[in-house]
């Protein structure tokens, strides 16, 4: 492709806007390679957002100042320092004002789909059920755990041998008494230091291996030796487990209202968008 992709109403889509939503659509769908039907889907996706977003300016529709700085914040603690967040901006030659562009238009966008699919989506108890048994058979809780974790980074300790000498003295120190939450405030390197080290519930597939492989084999309670990945030297504890079993109706239900909400309110907004193309001008290199 070159590095034109295609024109929207005088505005140009560029290679590095369909590289960033073609990394986006790999991650959803799990895959390695993008065929040339994909590659079509993907441009028209790019177009109706280019289409959506001059309409929603159209209409007058602003974002609070407020809730942009908050979320972008949010985004930034992801990271754990400023400086790891400004590093991975330098990583992909993303500036902080092209950064903070694409934070609006997504939210802008969100607000816009929320406003205009509000009062036209009503589910009702039959979708709901025929979603369920529809998908009866993939409405099943993996093994699952919950844990919390402290960090020795590598590159923040030095070495991946330094690191490892820095866990054992803190696991040494929890043996003798001290309390995990107050030592990840104050030592791990990672994002969920703020929280005690606490990274939630997650099931396999989702930690690198050898995290996710201590992970599982401990007890309720139970904290790691040190484990070392490539983030450095983890201590973990696992602080409940959940064994695989069937998801009931109920407990489905406000997953399944989520999914046919997000699903209707995608049909409403690409029908908007087909009707924008009809007085747009768009041309496809």
Request: charged content about 35%; hydrophobic content about 35%.
């Amino acid at each position: 492709m070159n590095n034109k992709i295609a024109k929207v109403n005088g505005k140009i889509i560029e290679q590095k806007h369909f590289d960033d939503m073609a990394l986006l659509y790999k991650q959803q769908t799990n895959t390695l390679e993008i065929n040339e039907a994909e590659k079509k889907k993907i441009i028209e996706q790019i177009i109706d957002n280019f289409l959506l977003l001059d309409e929603a300016r159209e209409r007058n529709i602003e974002l609070d100042s407020e809730f942009v700085e908050r979320h972008i914040d949010e985004i930034k603690r992801q990271f754990g320092k400023n400086e790891a967040f400004y590093e991975e901006l330098k990583k992909h030659g993303i500036s902080f004002d092209v950064f903070k562009k694409n934070v609006e238009d997504t939210l802008l966008i969100q607000k816009f789909t929320k406003d205009e699919t509000k009062d036209k989506i009503k589910i009702t108890a039959k979708m709901l059920e025929g979603y369920y048994n529809e998908h009866k058979n993939s409405m099943i809780a993996p093994d699952m755990v919950k844990a919390s974790h402290i960090l020795i980074g590598k590159a923040q300790a030095g070495s991946i041998e330094k690191a490892r000498e820095k866990a054992d003295e803190l696991l040494k120190k929890i043996k003798d008494g001290a309390n995990f939450e107050d030592i990840a405030k104050e030592h791990s390197n990672c994002p969920s230091a703020s929280k005690g080290g606490d990274l939630g519930t997650f099931s396999k597939g989702k930690m690198v291996p050898e995290f996710e492989k201590s992970a599982f084999s401990l007890k309720e309670k139970e904290i790691s030796e040190p484990v070392e990945t490539n983030f450095g030297v983890h201590l973990i504890r696992v602080d409940e487990k959940h064994e695989k079993k069937n998801i009931t109706f109920k407990e489905a239900q406000p997953y399944i209202e989520k999914i046919i909400y997000q699903q209707e309110g995608q049909i409403i907004m690409k029908t908007l968008a087909e009707e924008l193309k009809k007085t747009a001008e768009i041309e496809i290199y």
